[in-house]
């Protein structure tokens, strides 16, 4: 059973505009979610995360929005750049647990 | 500060084998944590040690075990290796506490021929 799904396997942007790369859970207890970044033959690297409390993260180019009704998050890029293209992996964090349970991926092409 | 560092990075053994993977976390963090990436796969929860015990352990059978040291360092076990589990293995660590991110190594490709 995936709690945490990113339907979207891959996606293509052109450099400069929004990326928009989503992912849904289906545990409402989850409290806590992350997104890392994963190049070819590295471990993947902690980018943004978001409580629950809140519903919008901002770090420089990348905003994480929540929705919680919806169980529903996701991450924007803007601008996107070439430097971008990589395996995005959200992940949601149960409470109490302290793991982490990552979606399977989304492949993200930024054009040049 | 050095990160989490895995060793070794590529592992090659033959079926039926066992294969023993080691992660130093960073220093300070009391978690370990082990995925699994399989080709083409997303990352799958092993194992989590924290303060030299396993809390939790995935969807695994026993075959996959592993260790946490005193010192906070963790290794992980395979042991009857079988060609499914060539994969990459990835260890993260963190403080344990409520609400923070993960730190992960290079990961170890461990090949089952």
């Known amino acids: 059973d995936q709690q945490v799904k990113q339907n979207s396997p891959s996606l293509s942007v052109q450099e400069g505009r929004i990326s928009i790369l989503n992912c849904d859970y289906t545990?409402?207890?989850?409290?806590?979610f992350l997104w890392y970044k994963k190049y070819p033959a590295e471990g993947p690297t902690f980018l943004i995360s978001i409580s629950s409390i809140k519903d919008k993260n901002e770090d420089g180019r990348f905003t994480v929005f929540l929705n919680k009704s919806a169980k529903h998050l996701s991450l924007h890029i803007v601008p996107s750049q070439p430097g971008d293209s990589a395996v995005y992996f959200c992940?949601?964090?149960?409470?109490?647990?302290?793991?982490?349970?990552f979606g399977t991926g989304t492949r993200l092409k930024v054009l040049a | 500060e050095a990160g989490v560092t895995q060793s070794p990075t590529h592992l090659i053994k033959t079926r039926g084998q066992q294969a023993t993977l080691r992660c130093s976390p960073i220093s300070g963090h009391t978690s370990v944590y082990w995925y699994q990436q399989a080709l083409g796969l997303g990352l799958q929860f092993l194992l989590w040690y924290d303060e030299g015990e396993e809390r939790n352990r995935g969807n695994f059978p026993p075959r996959f075990s592993g260790r946490q040291f005193p010192n906070y360092s963790s290794e992980l076990n395979v042991n009857a290796l079988e060609l499914e589990d060539s994969a990459l293995y990835l260890c993260?660590?963190?403080?344990?506490?409520?609400?923070?991110?993960?730190?992960f190594g290079q990961g170890t490709r461990l090949t089952v021929v």
């Open positions: 545990n409402s207890m989850f409290d806590y």
């Open positions: 992940a949601a964090s149960p409470p109490g647990t302290y793991k982490y349970i």
């Open positions: 993260a660590s963190s403080t344990g506490h409520m609400n923070t991110e993960a730190f």
